[in-house]
């Protein structure tokens, strides 16, 4: 069984869904941008259409490897406002602690996942 093709696709489903949060419900992901990025939304609606723009891009053959490649440098971009999000206690959300901590080994598991399904 060709475990690489599903993986590819609900890694693709998964961007594509947290991509179209940060349009649909901005507030949540507003609260994470650490206070010394500046215009946090527009930062919100930028990593939204790279993540959306990546996930798009894992479908296509020809785009797969530029796509995920750019997934890992977004998870790279955005683990700052995973650290703040776990300083802040949630950045004022109800988030568990240990919910919190496995955020940031979790971008690890998405940046090899992304990297694994590059071809």
Known sequence: MKLKEPARLLLALFFL????MHFLR?????R???PYLPHP????HLSG??????????????TRRWAAWGLI??????FPANVYMLQTGGAGMVVPEWALWVRLPLQLVLLGWAWWVRR
């Open 17 to 20: 869904t947290a991509g179209l």
């Open 49 to 62: 259409a790279a993540e959306i723009a990546g996930a798009l891009g894992l479908l296509v053959p020809a």
């Open 41 to 44: 939304l527009l930062l919100v």
């Open 26 to 30: 901005p507030e949540g992901f507003l």
């Open 32 to 34: 994470i941008v650490p």
């Open 73 to 78: 440098a977004l998870l790279v971009a955005v």
